[in-house]
């Protein structure tokens, strides 16, 4: 007889207990662990089923990955994967092919993660109806939504008319690659891959057991037929669904979806790629129409002070450099009367460990009193800011929220902090300049040994060495 043992998941963080307990003690979710039972003789090969399918099927790609019988074997790695080389399914979305590093490529795994509502099957709809329209077949498979409905989605879209698009709604794995199997997509599009489930796991859809088996599933499916996979995956702050994070070591690409829902601006970024780097990010615009890809950032902080608004003390706009890409960001701060020994230090979209080491900094160097002041900062727009470089518009920001000054207008800000106050010179430093000229800033605050390499046309570059010779330009 084969041994059955059952063990408890979490279905925050995937960790596995022996017994239930109501908090998991490795993620301290509460009231999130799953049972779950482990047959050790079925377990074997779980993706037995879907290998037959596709040898069934005959060869597609008519290669070395059905002729090799059996299990793989160990090749020299100039000759492993029989020569077949990966190419990427070309669309008209640059933005999210940036994140890609170059386009979706033929066999992979990608999973696109975000909360719900913020546009994740807009964007997939938008990118499948691109893949049709220039890449190949591809099938869109909802779970979450009837056909009636994507295509309502898709006309509004202007997507309705594409020819290798193709849409199912449904929920059995089985059955979608029963599907898969009759048409043949380069593109398979699962939105979203919480509510699929295989009929032979007594666990219900989304929970880790139903996700993990289908996942495993479709990267096998994925590996055997050369079909891109995209999957959509909720993250949810309840744990009632299973997170994508269990999944993720499972997969090629993890994308995530970020962005204030009551903001027009969507960020997609790469969190691992194995195509790529992790360091591009695509922007991209909510519109009735859909979703509009934002040329270069640009947008994401509109040039203070040209359309005769008074000036705003506690708001500096920086270049922030993402991969290859230079983003103007605006950063802004506010000072509040607090308590001593209680002030508290806030901040959205920036690292709160810097904000407090640049108060420490304010206060030593600049001497700002700021222990019993309540300080909240925050990158406008939904773009979480991690450079150092941003530390000196941080700075002057919250300095001018607490004199209540504002810096020039027209001008951005870019330097990194040091702790003794001394403002550090930073990367790419033209770009960011040229970036900023191009947006129409006319004045430029660096550090000191930036200031020759920052000089260009039409821009006026004063270079700073210490924080206090910052916050005195402070008019
Ligand atoms: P959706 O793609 O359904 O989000 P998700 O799949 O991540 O749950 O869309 C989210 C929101 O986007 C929806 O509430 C309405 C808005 N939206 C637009 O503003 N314009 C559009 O053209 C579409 C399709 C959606
Ligand atoms: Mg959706």
């Known amino acids: 007889m084969a041994k059955v043992r059952e063990v408890f998941v979490c279905s925050a963080c995937g960790g596995t207990h022996s017994r239930w307990m109501g908090k998991c003690p490795d993620c301290g979710a509460w009231d999130s662990l799953e049972s779950q039972t482990l047959d050790k003789a079925s377990g074997l090969d779980p993706q037995r089923g879907i290998v037959e399918v596709w040898r069934s099927m005959g060869d597609r790609k008519g290669d070395a990955e059905s002729a090799r019988d059996g299990a793989p074997s160990a090749t020299p790695i100039a000759e492993a994967g ?78 309705s008319n594409e020819k290798e698009l193709f849409v199912l709604a449904d929920t059995n794995l089985a059955r979608i690659v029963e599907q898969v199997r009759r048409i043949v997509p380069r593109v398979l599009v699962i939105d979203s891959v919480q509510m699929v489930y295989k009929s032979d796991i007594p666990a219900g859809p989304g929970s880790v057991t139903q996700l993990r088996r289908c ?14 996979v995209v999957l959509v995956g909720h ?3 309840e744990g009632v669904l299973a997170g994508p994070r269990v999944v993720e070591h499972l997969v090629d690409v993890v994308l995530t ?27 991209f615009e909510m519109t009735g129409a859909g979703l509009r890809e934002a040329p270069e950032g640009a947008g994401v902080a509109a040039v203070q002070g040209r359309d ?34 209680a002030a508290k230090r806030k901040s959205s979209g920036l690292d709160s460990n810097r904000l407090a080491m640049l108060i420490a900094v304010l206060e030593q160097h600049a001497g700002l009193r700021l222990a019993d002041m309540d300080v909240f900062a925050s990158s406008v727009g939904g773009l979480r800011v991690v450079e150092p470089a941003s530390d000196l518009a941080l700075l002057m920001s919250i300095a001018g929220a607490h004199r209540r000054k504002a810096i020039e207008p ?66």
């Open 82 to 159: 029989g020569g077949v080389e990966s190419q990427r399914i070309p669309s008209t979305i640059g933005e999210l092919d940036r994140v890609l590093g170059g386009g979706l490529v033929e066999g992979s795994v990608v999973l696109l993660g975000g909360e719900p509502g913020i546009g994740k099957s807009t964007l997939l709809l938008q990118s499948a109806a691109s893949w049709a329209h220039r890449g190949g077949r591809v099938l869109y498979v909802s779970s979450e939504e009837s056909a009636e409905q994507v295509r309502g989605r898709a006309e509004r879209l202007g997507a």
């Open 235 to 237: 993250v949810t702050k």
């Open 308 to 341: 005769g608004a008074p000036p705003r003390p506690g708001s500096v706009v920086c270049p922030v450099v993402q991969g290859s890409r230079c983003v103007l960001v605006e950063i802004q701060a506010l000072t509040a009367s607090g308590f001593l020994g």
């Open 215 to 228: 996942v495993a599933d479709l990267v096998y499916l994925a590996k055997a037929s050369g079909i891109a």
């Open 410 to 475: 027209a001008t951005a800000v870019v330097g990194e902090v040091g702790l003794g106050g001394e403002v550090r010179p930073v990367t790419q430093i033209e770009q960011r300049a040229r970036e900023a000229m191009r947006l129409g800033y006319t004045s430029l605050l660096v550090p000191h040994p930036n200031a020759k390499q920052a000089s260009v046309k039409g821009v006026r570059v004063v270079g700073v060495r210490t924080i206090e010779h910052a916050i005195e330009t402070l008019g």
């Open 257 to 283: 979806f970020e962005g204030d829902r009551y903001h027009a601006h969507r960020i997609v970024r790469a969190v691992k790629n194995r195509y790529g780097t992790t360091m591009e990010l695509g922007i």
